[in-house]
């Protein structure tokens, strides 16, 4: 394995290790809703910061994939309703299906989303993908609710187990899934840095004409980088539902999932994948403690306003900013 | 079969009248999105700050909503060509318009609504206007007054932006900057000076829209999020920057979303938008009357 790798596992260990020494359940709820959001920033960032395609829709991959948690498990819950008898016993070995399964599933799903998105829109220019992304949450959103099977708009239940064997309560191993994902997500986007596909992303991002001239194939890269970004977003959401333990569509397809994802890499920076990290880590606290103290309103409108003035002011995000001021000292 | 024949008549008329509405909504959108390459995804949010306007005005005053946004005209219109400016300075001029100026309108997009959200809450608000209640009868067809109103105000509106667009040198030089920004140059025109004035008028369609669409369904803030899908359809399936294409794709989309929506249920008019861009995106990315 990479150092890299090896490190990022260890950073992760560690910070799990840290947060569940003092043993209070809130440091783990709130910490699951920063490291989901790096690895929706980070996922987000895979195509919008490296090869320069916005994706508005990011609450959708997102809430497709807790809604596929939420329609499997209302499936294994109801498995004697809805198979033929001598079938069922099988689909009684299968489900109910333990968490990283339902997480590879989401990410499959999303990452078929994503593809199809991609494979309609992508070969026209970079407004029409964002504008599609951006019309696809509202139409998945009415798709759901209407889909009774997985609750519709009046939400549904996913029963979250008290304890988890060997690791203690349910909330401590959700937490620990999603920095395992999180560090997928950034081993994943560092290494895309820096293969070929790095360079073809980046080569894209910054004349896809002459990219395309030197033959870069652009269509099959972006599509590429639209699936490994759905996928992550999807994988991100699959065991929300048992985070959240009561999904709605509201909660799922929620605006600030679209806005922190955009929001996060772009106040990071959006070069690499340490941009989308520090963004989170910044962001992320910085909504935890604002949601405690002040509201949940005042702290998108804090977000909002943070992404308007970064974006004319810092186009680099912080990042940037200190490679700048690192430059000028080196100048000096 | 006399019934669902009634029904259908019933439903074209009425998807002809939302088609209007939706004509009014596109039409700034058609102006930056279409003729100025500006993705203002933040226009739903202005229309729903129009509708508010007019709703202040209109319970505070009595005034109608419609005088109300022709008085306000000028202020979108300065609010247009002072966010254009910040557009151009900060992300035009650097070449930095796809990705960070996507993001920037998002922003404002988000603003705009939350702080309606903060001021007002989530309650739907409605004006009161005496058109509002009334229907005309021809037969078997309604026609409810708070439908024809702001359908025959857009169409109003409509006419005077394409004759302006058309007639007047300023209109023109709308057109081509859309064509070629660099010959227009030439020609000794500022093409800065244009965009802003053309992004000036596309942010002041916004207030009369907003008026529109408060008299038509009740508002609350997020209602524009539904109008984005929506808005960027018709401006595709209509040709990018083709008023005419435009007025066409909206009554197109207003009439078969209001067919599924009396065959169907309402519920599913959202994926009809949706399903639309997808298909023209896909089949004819230069829309009806495109270039």
């Known amino acids: 394995m990479a150092p890299f790798t090896l490190i990022a596992i260890a950073v992760a260990t560690a910070v799990f290790l840290v947060i569940r020494e003092p043993n209070i359940e809130y440091l783990f709820v709130a910490g699951y809703t920063i490291v989901q959001y790096i690895v929706l920033a980070t996922a987000w960032n895979i195509l919008g910061g490296y090869t320069g395609y916005v994706n508005f829709g990011s609450a959708a991959f997102f809430a497709m994939g807790a809604y596929s948690t939420v329609a499997l498990v209302t499936f294994g819950n109801e498995i004697d309703e809805l198979v033929p008898e001598s079938l069922a016993p099988i689909f009684h070995l299968i489900f109910p299906l333990s968490i990283p399964t339902l997480i590879v599933i989401g990410g499959v799903v999303s990452g078929i989303v994503g593809f199809g998105m991609g494979y309609l829109t992508l070969r026209l220019r970079g407004a029409f993908f964002a504008i599609a992304t951006l019309a696809m949450a509202v139409v998945l959103q009415t798709l759901v609710v209407n889909w009774e099977f997985v609750g519709g708009s009046g939400g549904a239940y996913i029963v979250r187990p008290g304890e988890f064997p060997g690791l203690g309560s349910y909330m401590q191993y959700l937490f620990a899934l999603m920095l395992a994902l999180a560090v997928l997500a950034i081993v994943t986007a560092r290494a895309i840095e820096r293969s070929r596909l790095g360079y073809g992303f980046a080569a894209i991002r910054d004349d896809e004409l002459a990219a395309e001239a030197s033959g870069v194939p652009t269509l099959r890269l972006k599509l590429v980088a639209t699936t490994i970004s759905g996928a992550l977003m999807g994988m991100a959401g699959a065991p929300f539902p048992y985070y959240i333990g009561y999904l709605q569509p509201q909660s799922a397809f929620g605006l600030e999932y679209a806005v922190n994802s955009i929001a996060m890499p772009m106040i990071g920076g959006t070069m690499s994948w340490v941009g989308p990290l520090v963004g989170t880590l910044l962001l992320g606290t910085l909504q935890q403690v604002a949601n405690v103290t002040i509201s949940s309103a005042v702290n998108l409108l804090l977000v909002g306003l943070l992404l308007i003035g970064f974006v004319i002011v810092a186009p680099n995000g912080i990042v940037g900013l200190v490679q700048d001021r690192l430059r000028a000292r080196r100048a000096k | ?291």
Request: hydrophobic fraction near 55%; proline fraction near 5%.
């Open chain 2, 1 to 291: 079969m006399d019934v669902s024949l009634d029904l259908l008549i019933g439903a074209i008329v009425a998807g002809l009248l939302l088609g209007g509405f939706y004509a009014a909504v596109t039409a700034g959108i058609s102006i930056s999105f279409g003729m100025l390459d500006i993705v203002n995804i933040a226009h739903p949010g202005f229309i729903i700050l129009g509708s508010y306007i007019a709703y202040i005005i209109n319970i505070q005053f009595g005034v109608d909503p419609m005088i109300v946004s022709v008085v306000m005209l000028p202020v979108f219109y300065l609010l247009g060509t002072v966010i254009y400016q910040v557009y151009y300075l900060s992300f035009e001029k650097r070449g930095q318009e796809s990705l960070r100026g996507l993001a920037f309108f998002f922003g404002v997009l988000f603003v705009t609504e939350v702080v309606l959200l903060l001021a007002f809450g989530v309650d739907y608000r409605y004006v009161e206007a005496p058109y509002i209640g009334p229907s005309l009868h021809f037969g078997p067809i309604d026609l409810p007054l708070r439908m024809l109103v702001p359908c025959l105000a857009a169409l109003t509106m409509f006419t005077a932006l394409q004759i302006f667009i058309s007639r007047t040198f300023t209109g023109r030089a709308v057109l081509a900057v859309s064509q070629d920004q660099f010959a227009l140059q030439l020609m000794a025109v500022d093409p800065v000076r244009i965009k802003r004035i053309a992004f000036g008028i596309s942010i002041a369609t916004a207030s009369i829209a907003g008026a529109l669409l408060v008299i038509i369904q009740p508002v609350e803030p997020s209602v524009g999020r539904e109008y984005i899908g929506r808005v960027f359809a018709i401006c595709v399936l209509g040709g990018l920057g083709s008023l005419p294409g435009t007025l066409i794709a909206a009554m197109l989309l207003g009439v078969v979303e209001s067919i599924t929506a009396t065959f169907y249920g309402p519920s599913w008019a959202p994926a009809i938008a949706f399903g639309f861009l997808l298909l023209t995106l896909a089949f004819r990315p230069s829309g009806l009357l495109g270039r």
